[in-house]
């Protein structure tokens, strides 16, 4: 489920057809689909980001030091 929620737009592909028998119109099953789909990804998205996933907040690079740090060492 977690790829499917990074790709909205297939998500509300597949979405579409079991809300097109439910609401009896394809053009708003559609538009509802996509809207459920964005907000799936975004809900996903900021679900990640809170957990600290692998470009989260003190993630780390290789040589120890935080993407900051290697920047501001860089710069210099």
Excluded at 25 to 30: F, K, P, Q, T
Excluded at 35 to 63: D, E, T
Aim: charged share 10%; glycine share 8%.
């Amino acid at each position: 489920m977690k790829q499917i929620v990074n790709r909205p737009f297939l998500l509300a592909l597949l979405l579409s057809l079991p809300l097109w028998v439910v609401l009896g119109n394809y053009i708003v099953a559609l538009i509802v689909s996509l809207l459920v789909a964005f907000l799936a990804s975004m809900i996903n998205a900021l679900r990640v980001m809170r957990s600290g996933g692998r470009h989260g907040p003190g993630a780390q690079s290789a040589s120890g030091r935080t993407p900051v740090q290697s920047q501001s060492d860089e710069a210099e």
